[in-house]
């Protein structure tokens, strides 16, 4: 079994989605027994345009595959929240 590098993953989305012009306001992986899961959290103002698509897109490698929904979940006015689930490869 392979072993889980969170710190790893974590450092991964943070950069790539800052790299990429994505503004983080939260990234957290979700205590889940059964899978690896990070929630999001994103201010909807300074990623204005930005979609689950254009997330899925930057996350691509061939290390772990990002399971993306189709749509953001509205927190509040000004939030968005995602949550991924992620595989290793």
Do not use: W
């Not at 899925?56 to 979940?73: A, C, I, M, Q, W």
């Amino acid at each position: 079994m392979t072993e889980i590098n969170h710190s790893e993953i974590y450092n991964y989305i943070k950069n790539t989605l800052s790299g990429n012009g994505i503004k983080l306001f939260s990234l957290y992986k979700l205590q889940d027994t059964d899978r690896i899961c990070y929630g999001m959290g994103l201010e909807s103002i300074e990623n204005t345009g930005v979609t689950t698509s254009d997330i899925r897109k930057h996350l691509k490698n061939d290390k772990y595959e990002f399971s993306v929904p189709g749509d953001f979940t509205r927190a509040s006015g000004a939030f968005l929240h995602l949550e991924i689930d992620v595989t290793i490869l």
